[in-house]
Each structure stands twice: as structure tokens, then as C-alpha cells.
């Protein structure tokens, strides 16, 4: 039973580029999450993606925006990268949009020069 | 705003020297308090739920607690291998609210 995955897991950007980091959630579930999560500090949440569409967001400007697809993998996107962009990027699956027991992949390193 | 505190930021123990974990929680109204464990490079991995104060949770060396206002997590005769960070997150009731995560702690057990 494949896990959730991510993909790729590392990236390197320069100011201003644009990324886009891809996610497959665990067999079963439909509900993908995006986290960010900065060097010594938990988590923070960018927004949840649930038959196909955005359905809650977090405190993250309009550069970050995301898809869900038929299959429910997802993808985010970020344009115009800044330093403060580098950090981890996580993706979480849950079923039925629930958050109880999400599932983790291993994250993105995104690192931004 | 869902806000959470935990503490310490960093512990290290000898092998076998049980201690606990604290994570304090401001939230309205509490849908569930959740524990990650975190590995370093790796996404975090679910250890448990709690939903009502009293509650408690165990999983090999590790029991969850909860209170009104804050939860626990002991750790019992610690092995090396429970080195990691340990995260703990909050969801208020309304509606799917995302998980509001805390810092961490970061435990070294030593041998």
C-alpha cells in the first residue's frame, strides 16, 4: 500500500522563479493538504484540496496556489519565489476532508537563492 | 486564534531516563489534540488522537495525556530510537479546520 508521495525532494530556485511541487496521497483517501514547514518551526498550513477544489486556506499570499486533479493528486505551484519561500513543503491525504490521522510524505526541500 | 505552546524546545536523555513532553493549547473549543512524531528530512508520522480531558493513549513507551488545557506525553525508559522531534496539534470544532501545529521537541536519548 503506497504511502503518500512526493515529488521531487529536493529543489533548488533563484529569486523571482516559479516551482511547482507534485503530490500522490495515499490509496484511498481524496482530501490533500499543504503544509510549509521553516527550519525549527511546526507546520503551517496553506490550504486543503477536496474534490477538486480549494476548500480552506491558510495565511498564505495568492503566489501560492494549488490543483487537484481527477485522480486526487495534487500539485503546488509558487510564483514569483522569495528567500523566505525556502523550507520544507509538505503534503498530508485524509479521507472525507476529516484531519484526524493525516498522512504525511516526506516533503519537498525547496531551497530559494 | 488556535495557538500552541510546547516545551521544552529541545530535551536530551539517557537511555532509560523516562521524562515527559508538554504541549499547552488556546483554542475554541477542542475538536482533537493530535501527536506527530517527526524524523530528521522526513514528513511527520501519526502517533495519536485525544478528544475530551482524561483521556489517555499508550503506544509502546509513549502515553498521551490530556487536560483542559494542555496534554503530556511521557515517555517511558526511552531507547535511542525514540530520538526525534515530537509534534503536537490542535483542530477546533468548526467546520474541517486544519491542524495548527506547535514548534516541536526535540528529544536526543542517548546510550
Known amino acids: 500500500d503506497a504511502g503518500v508521495t512526493q515529488s521531487p525532494t529536493h529543489l533548488i530556485k533563484t529569486r523571482g522563479q516559479q516551482v511547482t511541487l507534485r503530490c500522490s496521497p495515499k490509496s484511498g483517501h481524496d482530501t490533500v493538504s499543504w503544509y510549509q514547514q521553516a527550519l525549527g518551526q511546526g507546520p503551517q498550513f496553506i490550504f486543503q484540496y477536496y474534490e477538486e477544489e480549494e476548500r480552506q486556506r491558510g495565511n498564505f499570499p495568492d503566489r501560492f496556489s494549488g490543483h487537484q486533479f481527477p485522480n486526487y493528486s495534487s500539485e503546488l505551484n509558487v510564483n514569483a519565489l522569495l528567500l523566505g519561500d525556502s523550507a520544507l513543503y509538505l503534503c498530508a491525504s485524509s479521507l472525507g476532508g476529516v484531519d484526524e490521522k493525516l498522512f504525511f510524505g516526506s516533503g519537498t526541500q525547496l531551497s530559494v537563492l | 486564534e488556535d495557538q500552541v505552546t510546547q516545551s521544552p524546545e529541545a530535551l536530551r536523555l539517557q537511555e532509560g531516563e523516562s521524562s515527559s513532553l508538554n504541549c499547552s493549547y488556546t483554542?475554541?473549543?477542542?475538536?482533537?489534540l493530535f501527536w506527530y512524531r517527526q524524523d530528521p528530512g522526513k514528513g511527520p508520522e501519526f502517533l495519536f488522537t485525544l478528544y475530551s480531558a482524561g483521556e489517555e493513549k499508550e503506544k509502546e513507551r509513549l502515553k498521551a495525556t490530556l487536560t483542559k488545557k494542555e496534554s503530556f506525553l511521557h515517555i517511558t525508559a526511552p531507547k535511542p530510537e525514540d530520538s526525534a522531534t515530537y509534534l503536537c496539534?490542535?483542530?477546533?470544532?468548526?467546520?474541517?479546520?486544519?491542524?495548527?501545529f506547535g514548534k516541536g521537541t526535540r528529544l536526543s536519548v542517548i546510550a
Open positions: 496539534a490542535v483542530q477546533s470544532p468548526s467546520g474541517n479546520t486544519p491542524l495548527v
Open positions: 483554542v475554541s473549543g477542542l475538536r482533537g
